[in-house]
């Protein structure tokens, strides 16, 4: 289970300090000069793409193009929660899910916000949250539903975790649909509602605390029923899952003996496995499912940021990109990296005007 934790406890952390997780003073510029690289771009230079990736930097919302150029923008406060007991850091689920049409962000401890393609924002709804309450959330693609897990930390020894779906305006049709406690500390999980496919929830299992210096990753996936919780997949192994699902699934990255990254259908079919080398470390599919990137860890120890990418089924698609260590799929041409977005297979690479920490894709939906 490793690269999925301190990578999202930073992004609110993150977020407060005004300074994102893992990266220098160098790439992380003053609120004044951030907004002066975000509202540089001239009208002519403006994204028109259909898809976009999400970074969270110092408190801000980037919608980025698959050119590099950053589109609308909106801030997003940190919440309350840092905190477990014994001083490990809560792990906290980037703030952000996107729709069809929307990218819905929890601004501070309750408030659910939108951000359109067109720039506009606006307020949806509110979830629980206080100083020792934290809320993660995803909205259905069809802008109807929202899942939201409630996770308690007030308690010294557990962490309680709730979960409900509810009408996404007005709250109507609420149902609590599971609740467990799990230890308030490092041996502690909880659930990250990370999308919806076919109806169902798609779910990860990480952990609710940590105090380890680099991300963690799931140490499952669950596909759920939405009205009743009940599982219905269960996707994990001795592996590294990927951070950011697909729609076309996850894969999970023996980077051990057997050197062997399986790629997973969201019926929890193995679809593929591909040959990987050992510093190979996170993974994410293309929407298509057609191409898979593999990317180098995080921490202390782990080697210098670099990205492959894959054609499933055939061989890498250009070479090692180094430099750069990719989070997701803007399209099937680009990726998306903390501070860049790489054009594949020419691995051509566009800085960010500000590194942060990826917050997902848009449109959504798996």
């Known amino acids: 289970m490793r690269a999925l934790a301190l990578l999202v406890a930073a992004t609110l952390l993150g977020i407060s300090c005004g300074q994102p997780s893992g990266s220098s003073s160098a790439h992380s510029p003053s609120p004044s000069a951030r907004t002066s690289a975000s509202s540089a771009a001239s009208p002519s230079s403006a994204p028109t793409a ?6 969270l930097s110092a408190g801000i919302l980037d919608m980025v193009a698959p050119n590099g150029s950053v589109g609308p923008t909106a801030t997003v406060a940190a919440p309350s929660v840092r905190s477990c007991t014994g001083g490990a850091a809560a792990v906290v689920q980037p703030p952000v899910s996107a729709t069809a049409d929307k990218v819905y962000f929890r601004d ?9 393609p067109s720039g506009q924002t606006g307020d949806a709804t509110t979830v629980p949250g206080a100083s020792g309450v934290v809320s993660f959330f995803s909205v259905s693609p069809d802008d109807q539903r929202i899942a939201v897990l409630v996770e308690d930390l007030s308690a010294q020894t557990t962490i309680s975790l709730k979960l409900y779906v509810e009408d996404l305006i007005g709250g109507a049709h609420h149902v609590d649909i599971y609740s467990t406690t799990t230890p308030n500390g490092d041996a502690g999980t909880t659930l990250w509602p990370m999308g919806w496919h076919q109806g169902l929830l798609v779910l990860a299992v990480v952990k609710a ?3 380890q210096p680099a991300g963690l990753s799931p140490s499952e996936w669950h596909v759920s029923d939405a009205g009743t919780a009940a599982r219905k997949v269960t996707i994990g192994g001795n592996c590294i899952l990927s951070y950011w699902p697909s729609p076309a699934g996850v894969a999970c990255v023996d980077n051990g003996t057997n050197l062997q990254a399986a790629v997973y259908d969201w019926s929890g079919k193995v679809t593929a496995s591909i040959p990987i080398a050992s510093s190979d470390y996170q993974s994410s599919l293309s929407a298509s499912g ?5 990317a180098t860890g995080q921490g202390v120890g782990a080697p210098a940021p670099a990205t492959r990418v894959f054609t499933v089924g055939a061989g890498q698609l250009g070479g090692t990109v180094a430099g750069h260590a990719a989070c997701l799929f803007i399209d099937e041409s680009h990726l998306l990296a903390p501070d860049a977005v790489i054009a594949i297979p020419a691995g051509a690479v566009t800085p960010l005007p500000a590194s942060g920490v990826c917050a997902g894709h848009f449109p959504g939906g798996l």
């Open 290 to 294: 057609g191409r898979i990137f593999f």
């Open 209 to 211: 605390c940590t105090f």
């Open 50 to 55: 259909a898809d976009y990736g999400l970074i």
């Open 108 to 116: 501070g401890d309750t408030k659910i916000r939108y951000l359109t």
